[in-house]
C-alpha cells in the first residue's frame, strides 16, 4: 500500500473499475474487498471525490484483493486526522486477527509503534535498535534519538511470522527510503 | 451514383473513421495531459510532407515516419532541463516553421498548402479511404488491446511497475497510435486541426463519464457525430469542412459543458 496515489480528475474512475485494474478480479472479490477495508459503500464513487480517509481504505481494498499473507503499510496515515488515523489503525488491527496476514508498516506515529507492534525496528540511516516495543522503548540508543533527531523511520510488525522473515531477509527493509510497493504476498 | 453522392459519402466515410479512431486516443492524450503532445506532432507532419514532395515518395508513409520521429524526441527530450510545455513549444512550432520553408525550397512543385494545413476532406480518394479505415483500425486494435495496461500506466507509473508494467513501453503504444493517427488525419482536417478531433471530442464527454470506457465511447460518439454534422453544414453554407468540423465539435463541447454544470 503506498504512501499516496494521485488520480487526476480528468480521468473519471469509479472505485469499483479502479480495483479491477489492470486485472478484474473474480465475481465479488471487489464487494469483498471494500468491506473487507470498511469501504463497502464506495464502490460507485468517483476515486476523485475521495476524502482522505475513503482513499486509504479503498487502497486497502486494492492490497486486499491479493489475498496477502504479508501487508506493507507505507506511511499509510499521512493526510489523516488524528480520529481517522487511530479508525484506520484498529481496521489494520482487526484484519490481522481476522485474515492472519502479517503487516509490515512505516510510521512515524510513536504512539501506535508502541502500542499495537509486537516487533519495532528503529531506522536512522541504519539500524539505531531493534525488538520488542517495551525493549526499544527502554534501549539508550532509543532515548538518545529522540533526544535530538527528528525524523527517525519505524518499522513495526504484526505477528512472529514477519518477525522471523525479517531476520532471514534483511533486505526486506529498505534503508532510509520507504518503500513503494503496495503489497506483497509473503 | 452520381458524382454529387459519391464524393459527400467518401468525405463522411472518411470523417467517421478518424473521429472514431481519434476519440478514444483523445481520452488519453486528455488524460495524461499532453494536449500540446498531439500539436507538436501534428506540426512535424507537414515536413513530412515537404520531405516526401522533395524526395517524390508516398506522403503517408513519410508523414507517419516524421511524426512518430517527432513524437520519439519529444519524449525523450521531456524532463530533461526543459519543462514539457517549453520543449513542445519550441518543437511544435519550428517543426510547422521548418516544413513550411522546406516546401517552398522545392524547386518546380505547387503545392495547395491549405490542402495539408486544414485538410481537404472532399477530395478524399477510394485510396484515401482505405488509408484512413485501415489506420484507423489499427489504432482501435492497439488500443483495445493494450487498454489495461495502457489504463493502469496512465493512471499511476508506480501502480504499473507494482503490477509488471512497463509505463514506458505504454507510452511508446500511446506515441505510435498518435502519430498513426496524424499521418491519416491530415486529410481530413488539416495538421493545423488534428489535436481539436482528439481533445475536444474527449473534452466533451467528459462530464457524462463515470468510467474510462465510457468516456472514450461517448467521445468516438460525439467525435462522429462532429464529422457528419461539420460535414452537412459545411455542405450547406458552403464553408470549409475541416474547419467546420472542428467548430462543429466545439459546440458539442460547450452544450456538455453546460449540461454538466446544471447537473452538478
Known sequence: ?????????????????????????????????????????????????????????????????????????????????????????????????????????????????????????????????????????????????????????????????????????PMMMPKHRPMRRLSEPA | MSLLDSFLIHAALAGLGMAIAAAPLGCFVVWRRMAYFGDATAHAAILGVALALAFQLPIFPAVLAVSLIMALVVTQLSGRGYAMGTLLGVMAHSALALGLVAVSLIEGVRIDLTAYLFGDILAVSRTDLAVIWGGAAVVLVLLWWRWSALLTATLNPDLAYAAGIHPKREELVLTLALALVIAVAIKVVGVLLIASLLIIPAAAARPFATTPERMAVVAALLGGVAALGGLGLAYHYDTPTGPTIVCTAFGLFVLSGVAGLRRA
Open chain 1, 1 to 169: 500500500m503506498p504512501q499516496k496515489l494521485h488520480i487526476d480528475s480528468t480521468l473519471p474512475l469509479t472505485v469499483a473499475r479502479f480495483l479491477a485494474l489492470p486485472k478484474r478480479p473474480v465475481r465479488g472479490a471487489i464487494a469483498q474487498a471494500l468491506a473487507e477495508a470498511g469501504a463497502g459503500d464506495l464502490a460507485a464513487r468517483q476515486m476523485a471525490d475521495l476524502s482522505g480517509g475513503q482513499f486509504q481504505r479503498v487502497l486497502l481494498a486494492r492490497a486486499l484483493l491479493n489475498r496477502p499473507e504479508l501487508l506493507i503499510l507505507d506511511e499509510a496515515t499521512q493526510g489523516l486526522d488524528q480520529p481517522g488515523s487511530a479508525a484506520f489503525y484498529e481496521l489494520i488491527a482487526g484484519l490481522r486477527d481476522r485474515l492472519g496476514c502479517a503487516v509490515l508498516m512505516v510510521s512515524h506515529e510513536l504512539h501506535v509503534v508502541m502500542a499495537a507492534s509486537d516487533r519495532v525496528i528503529c531506522l536512522n540511516g541504519h539500524i539505531c535498535c531493534e525488538g520488542a516495543p517495551e525493549q526499544v522503548a527502554s534501549a539508550p540508543e532509543y532515548r538518545a534519538l529522540f533526544g535530538r533527531a527528528r525524523k527517525a523511520h519505524w518499522h513495526s510488525t504484526g505477528t512472529s511470522i514477519i518477525t522471523a522473515m525479517m531476520r532471514h531477509a
